[in-house]
């Protein structure tokens, strides 16, 4: 996994609430059996549909999202922070996540940053208001800053080690091979098996 | 008295190590796989040098991309390559899959139950958000992504977060025409789609005792449409009824010890929850979806919603509904009777019996897609098929159609459906295409109407 200490850049805004992976990634592009390759097709559908904000010159070059409240709800596809990370994005920020969407981007190094509704609305004005505004989202200090907003956001410690670290997570999991295996000896053995 | 949920109990039977800081390491009872999400992750595995640690736990199945007719030959090119990477993964790690053609394909969600493969007090995951569904048996189940996929091949394991509890307890005997899905869509429309985020919901009351195990595992399946992490429903005498005698379910001995666990499982009668909701099941009416994410559901006998919000308004130019129009004056194109939600032997013959003896209305296009090749031959010799196809339907081979549209089976710009399915978001049944979610009797009666309709105005 890419690591991820601290990014600085455009700000994009996309006000809207329960934002579905449907539309992060329309289903016709989980065909493909690579991981790269999806940012062409980010928003398809809205994009498709003209005149689409993100298409606007002054985020084109964006890397951090704020959009609005459970962000990423719907499907579990991974696919949806992969786009979002091909398409040049590092960050989203918003006040909520669902959860298996959070949980993608843990693990594929798109960092989820979860502020208070009022900071948020006060980045999307900022980025409405002054498009090409940078923001700067630092995952060590955890603070976001931008224009005369500084934010400090909260995130589960070990998943922010693992950003910082781009640590592979199975390779850490493996380590714990003797719990692994005491567990397997001790499972009740009415559990079912394929063979 | 203890205070233990059953979600707890589960949680620390699945404890493989708990380090101070960090999430739970959990071990996987089962891990369901289908083409779409696994591709990157047999690779991720192949990448590093790994193997699957558990192929014995690991079942395989193809349901996102099939198409319903014509067999494999009918997907396109992208597809037939997914499939066959799911072939050529599962007999590297020597994985049992159940592709098209086998006797046992199906939808993910319904196979595992089906198989007798989900049973009360598992872990169960899988790439794809509706594992909820499974919990029904009195399991965790929950959806993963796809490095979370990776993880659990290659080690069995998975890193999560304890989830908060909540207890939804519907209460009342359900009114005539009023099912399993009526009551999830009522749930989501009052605590809306992000209502149950970070929890697990456990259904209790009398209500959902009374459901068959069909209706538990629709209930459980749209869990994940309120944002929460899983769902379940204690197991009981109708859970063990079930299972007994499927082909992975335990037998002799076993058989005896399994149920004297699975019996230990519920919920301590104090249990404590997080968050506790009720709901009077005697209050609930058909429920029908107007906007673009299941919260915006209203009862059949309703009306569009004046919108009281830039979202609402958003939802009512897609869906091209203006507020103040009754339910039942809406038109539908289409109808589509299937998915994981809604495609088991005992939404079909609901629906059946409101087709028997009419016909689909003349400008409506309408199919059944059964949720398992196992169910589509049970239908079958109860002459289902023949029902729905005297009726006009169209009789489809298995798979997820057009609930997500990734196969053939796709709505056109402008189309307007009823659809048993999960999903209204824009675009989810073809791009442009209009989604209304209903449960299968009312779907059926859409199709015959040729508008959205109250089912128990055709009795």
Redesign the interface.
Known sequence: MQAFSSVTGVLAPLD???V?T??II???F??????SGLGPFLFY?WRRAGDFILDRPAYRDAVVLVAG??FG???????APWALLDAGFRAVIAS?F???FE??CF??GLLPVELPATQVEQLTALAMEAPGTEVTVDLEATTVIAGALTATFAI???YRDCLLNGW???AL??K?ES??AA??SR????????? | MGTTTMAARIWEDHL??SPP???D?L?V??HLVHE??S??AF?GLRA?G?RVRR?????ATMD??VPTRGGRDAA?E??Q??MM?LEENCAREGI?LYGIGSARQGIVHVIGPEL??V?PG?LIVC???HTSTNGAFGAIA???????V??VL????L?Q?R?KTMAITVDGELPIGVTAKDIALGIIARMG??GG??HIIEYRGSTIRALSMEGRLTVCNMTIEA???AGMVAPDEKTFAHLKGRP???AGE??D??VA?WRSLPSDADATFDREITLDATRLEPYVSWGT?PGQSVPVTGFVPQPSSE?DD?ALRYMALRPGTAIGEIAIDRVFIGSCTNARLEDLRIAATVVKGRHVHKDVRAMVVPGSAMIKAQAEQEGLDTVFKQAGFEWRDTGCSMC???NPDILQPGERCASTSN?N????QG?GGRTHLVSPPMAAAAAIAGHLIDVREMA
Not at chain 2, 55 to 59: A, V
Not at chain 2, 142 to 148: K, N, R
Not at chain 2, 425 to 428: A, N, P, Q, T, V
């Open positions: 809207r609430a329960n579905d449907d539309q329309p289903k016709q989980l065909k493909r059996i690579e991981r559908d409240a459970n709800c719907g499907s579990s596809r991974e696919h909520s669902a959860d298996i949980s993608n693990r594929s589960d410690g070990f592979d997570e199975i999991t493996l714990s719990q692994i567990y397997e499972r009740p053995s009415f559990l079912p098996t394929i063979s | 493989v190590a800081g960090e999430p390491l071990y009872d089962l779409v999400t591709p990157q690779e590093n790994r192929p014995d736990l690991t079942l996102h991309n396109d992208v597809s390559r997914q990477a049992r007798g493969l049973q598992m790439g794809d958000s929950f959806g993963i992504g796809t490095s979370e990776e993880q290659a080690t069995q394991c890193r977060r989830p789609v992000a985020q970070e944002g929460a992490r992975h379910a335990p076993a058989w010890q399994a666990h994410n979202a958003r997500l549209g990734m999903r978001f824009e675009g989810r791009s």
